[in-house]
């Protein structure tokens, strides 16, 4: 028999990027008791990891829990970046229902539209929180218009049109039901999610069932699985055996070791855990997302969507450049290998494969920002390694014909910038399918654009736009392959000759174009010190000192004026490097080099190349 459990409630928190979900739960956090009234607690204190906290977006799925009048409140912090949508879909399966959490300035977004479609499958019932009222320039009302008619857009059905709205403002930590009233704390949020959302059901007689739908790593413990107890009760040392819905085959018996429970921000250790309950347990080395956990005599495994494919794909090499070791830890292509297939534990949208090299991996994921976070992360962790341009995944339809991954893409730019985003991404195969105006002056465009139209565009959208454009993308699908693109309209400048660059030799390259190293710096010959005025490359002698006259002191050389470098982010390298450059990553340097050091070679290869295409 089923039965509800009405003191506990699993909720998801869902938006686009930087609308707040990850404030509002510390808002949550702080007003439930879970701190002691001394504790320091940090801002968005849900981004555990640096690089979320340096770049302010959420990229792994995060579990906490408050209480309210005695209901335990399960709170799903979830990603609102379209590259982590691996990550939304299945933290959905834990849960009976989602704050959609939507700025009080910019409405609706295109991850707005992604995240909530997801919740709207799956049939859960809606909270939208209109956050940041406090905002300068925050319009509410036409936001809750916006909301509705995403809503219907969507399908939605009597039920999920006719969703409480709660203003808040999570930084300020108040929420209210009507903006008439400013309110004093969260509580009227606190009561809505109570209200509102269902609470779990399932059967405590039947035997154990329990979805793994996330999967933590600890050093110590190894995997962790993350699931809501759909049937039964699971407890500490009990038989169990793991199936999965996508994978008939696999049926293994486990014992259960360890078993927690969230509280807050940590986990507690619990013996056993009811219907409805999100627990992590732990000990089971060979737990995946999707795996179902169940009682020996009741084996059936819960259906779940499958994880997306990924879409890009770059290759991660052991660094060989003549600076190779000199400030990474782990450089050998073992450590290379392990630390990738560790990565596999936690990201499921990840793929790696070995190549035809030893030396050399292939890895996809989800978009450049997946990928870039992991390379970053590697970085910080004292890993050196090369990766080379990011391209994208190829499929064949069954005619045989090549399709290639679209994206939609949301852009909105002032007025006078308009023209200039239309011609670049329409030399990248974009195709202009909406136009309007949007909030404060600016004008919207949509596009429908291959991903690999993409590659390497931010940079120059940036500039475009004199760094006041918002381009938001997201993936649509596969569609028959656009035709060839031509990226870069400029060439590189080539070191010429291994040293350390000089205020002479720099002096004279910047002439041929922009210069990303300054004096001191070490370079050897087939590194690319800069990008050039021209579509050709040109070598040039950075190492170049002045020869000596006795009429003239080598002292004058500091009269010489250098332009100051062109310092390059990583995501800015990752898009600037062309199919025959490479990207060497190490803790503290970033390099940009050409595959083929030699000068000759290079020349050869390229002149092979050139005559293959025209044979």
Known sequence: MNQKREDVRNVAIIAHVDHGKTTLVDGLLRQSGIFRANQEVMDRVMDSNDLERERGITILSKNTAVYYNGTKINIIDTPGHADFGGEVERVLKMVNGVILVVDAFEGPMPQTRFVLSKAMELGLPVIVCINKIDRPGARPTQVIDEVLELLMDLGANDEQLDCPFVYASAKSGIATLDLGSPGVSMKPLFETIIDYIPAPEGDPEAGTQVLISTIDYNEYVGRIGV??????????????????????????????????????????????????????????????????????????????????????????NVNDSPLAGKDGKYVTSRHLRDRLYRELNTDVSLRVEDTDSTDSFKVSGRGELHLSVLIETMRREGYEFAVSKAEVIYRKDENGKLLEPMEQCLIDVPEEFAGNVIQKLGERKGELVNMGAANGGYTRLEFSIPSRGLIGYRGDFMTDTKGNGIMNTIFTGYAPFKGEINYRKTGSLIAFETGTAVTYGLFNAQERGDLFIGPGEEVYSGMIVGTSAKSEDIEVNVCKMKHLTNTRASGSDDALRLVPPRIMSLEQCIEFIDSDELLEVTPNHLRIRKKILDPTLRKRAKFSEKAKMEG
Do not use: W
């Open 227 to 316: 699931g809501k107890v759909d049937n039964g009760v699971i407890r500490v040392g009990q038989e169990a055996v793991i199936v999965n819905h996508h994978d008939p085959e696999k049926r293994r018996k486990v014992k259960v070791s360890k078993l927690y429970e969230f509280e807050g921000l940590g986990k507690v250790e619990v013996q056993e855990a009811q219907i409805g309950s999100i627990v992590a347990i732990s000990g089971i080395d060979d737990l995946h997302i999707g795996d179902t956990l169940c009682a020996p005599d009741a084996v059936q495994a819960i259906p779940f969507q499958k994880i997306s494919e990924p879409t890009i794909s770059m290759t991660f």
